[in-house]
T-cell receptor, first 113, second 116 residues
């Protein structure tokens, strides 16, 4: 079945450091890929998405590129801020009549001043 | 900006009791969803709902669970006889209904259910 694997957390970085959170997937068909973020006490918010191979999703300085050859969708940011501290979830949707999202386990990011 | 709301934010219940979790999806959305996250585990899909019927459900969504759109704004998840293992954070989500697998789902803040 479909699955998403994320790097274990927590990831602790200093402000302005470079961030990478790894995400790989297994899916049938041609999934759409998503990164959701959950700030403390809030729901899941879409951060970015990509719907086909080689697409790059970007938002708020975060980027992720849909790599079909490596089945990956790694999240990157060049310079993190304290306000980026949150839990980040990689997810996929395979479509073909299905809309259910399959999530990774989430990666907690802590950014220290 | 429109958002999905959920009530209550926390619910404590005794094993065997019925609970109803409530959600108000974004007003012009057509698809509604429930997900849950057991503490320390992944967010898991439960069910999707469209045009007043279940569109898709997971193996988790057994006969103990039901969903309903009782009026034009609310979307509910009922657990008939709660078990200890139903303790989790339950997320409601909605989407416009026009984009298929590419479509963004908008999530509420969740209801934390604790079964004692």
């Amino acid at each position: 079945g479909d699955s998403v694997t994320q790097m274990e957390g927590p990831v602790t970085l200093s402000e302005e450091a470079f961030l990478t959170i790894n995400c790989t997937y297994t899916a049938t068909g041609y999934p759409s890929l998503f990164w959701y973020v959950q700030y403390p006490g809030e729901g899941l918010q879409l951060l970015l998405k990509a719907t086909k191979a080689d697409d790059k999703g970007s938002n708020k300085g975060f980027e992720a590129t849909y790599r079909k050859e490596t089945t990956s969708f790694h999240l990157e940011k060049g310079s993190v801020q304290v306000s980026d501290s949150a839990v980040y979830f990689c997810a996929l949707s395979t479509g073909t009549g299905r809309r259910a999202l399959t999530f990774g386990s989430g990666t907690r990011l802590q950014v220290q001043p | 900006e429109p958002e999905v709301t959920q009530t209550p934010s926390h619910q404590v219940t005794q094993m065997g009791q019925e609970v109803i979790l409530r959600c108000v999806p974004i007003s012009n959305h057509l698809y509604f969803y429930w997900y849950r996250q057991i503490l320390g585990q992944k967010v898991e899909f439960l069910v999707s709902f469209y045009n007043n019927e279940i569109s898709e459900k997971s193996e988790i969504f057994d006969d103990q669970f039901s969903v309903e759109r009782p009026d034009g704004s609310n979307f509910t998840l009922k657990i008939r006889s709660t078990k200890l293992e139903d303790s989790a954070m339950y997320f409601c989500a909605s989407s416009e209904g026009r984009g298929g697998r590419q479509e963004t789902q908008y999530f509420g803040p969740g209801t934390r259910l604790l079964v004692l």
